[in-house]
């Protein structure tokens, strides 16, 4: 983070001496952009823990103790759509600033995976498969400085940097499972997860160019990079049910637990024996309280292509 403020900063003094350089020839003068983007994620990294369970895809044999594949799962959920409107101001005819607001949706990532894994063995042994899928939507403000380099028939190139400031949004973990024996399927439980987080700032810069098609409408189109990372800050099971019943409130077959405690967790930074956690401090555990678990982060990191339509005022 440090090391992109840095950089943020050195990109806005360049712009900022290189537009004082020029002579101001052109008003004062607003626009508006509508635009649509894809992104293809980039620095991946290992996704976290998801209901005690690794970041694994794991096959196991017909016994269901034997592991005969593991393979982690890494990525990033800065792959997916986003669909934007920006506001901009031109000081002159080199520098402006923009602040947009863009509602992002990213794809769905496999967190973790399993197939065939022995869990029980009375009366009968009971197998588990299923995977966890997470997905992020969100809102965020994108404030930015513009550097335009100049226009030549009817083209407009600039760069631009910024930062990104989400200001809602949350990762939603869909977990299937089904159950079953040598004889056939028992049952298969859903469970939704809705992780909220941590307030964070990210990074932005993009390159672009604008084509005119009348005296106040252009197209344009802009390559952007992107990256910032996200904290969980809450999680609440929202949905769960069992042979396709609301269990969420009540105990079930496979999931015995239903009590606050197993449906709300409060993300810390360090887990203590005054932490509501069975890990640390099992004798003074409450099921009434949200339980304490130890915070994870997710990356959003991607490089994408944004295409629309500008107004100027």
Known sequence: MKKNLFLLGLLVCSMTMMAQTEQVDKPESWYFKLGGSYFLQTAATEFPIVNGQLPNTDVYGPNGTTLISRKTNHGSFGEGFRSGLTAGYRFSTRLGVEMGINYYSSADKLMVETTNRLVATTPTNIFVSGDAVGKIRAWDLSPSLVLFLGEAKGFEPYTKVGV???IHGDLTIETNRQYSTAQGVLATTYSEDVVKPNPTIGFMA????????GKKIALFAEIEYRNFTVHGKTKETTIFTENGVDKLHTPSTFR???SYSAIHTNYVSQLTT?????????AGFDDS?????????????????????KYSL
Not at 274 to 282: F, L
């Open 274 to 282: 005054d932490s509501n956690s069975k890990v640390t401090n099992a």
């Open 256 to 258: 015995q637990d239903a």
């Open 206 to 213: 993009a390159i672009g160019s604008s084509y005119k098609l």
């Open 289 to 309: 309280r949200a339980t304490d678990d130890i915070s994870s982060f997710v990356g959003i990191s991607g490089i994408g292509l944004t295409i629309g339509l």
């Open 164 to 166: 990104i400031v989400p």
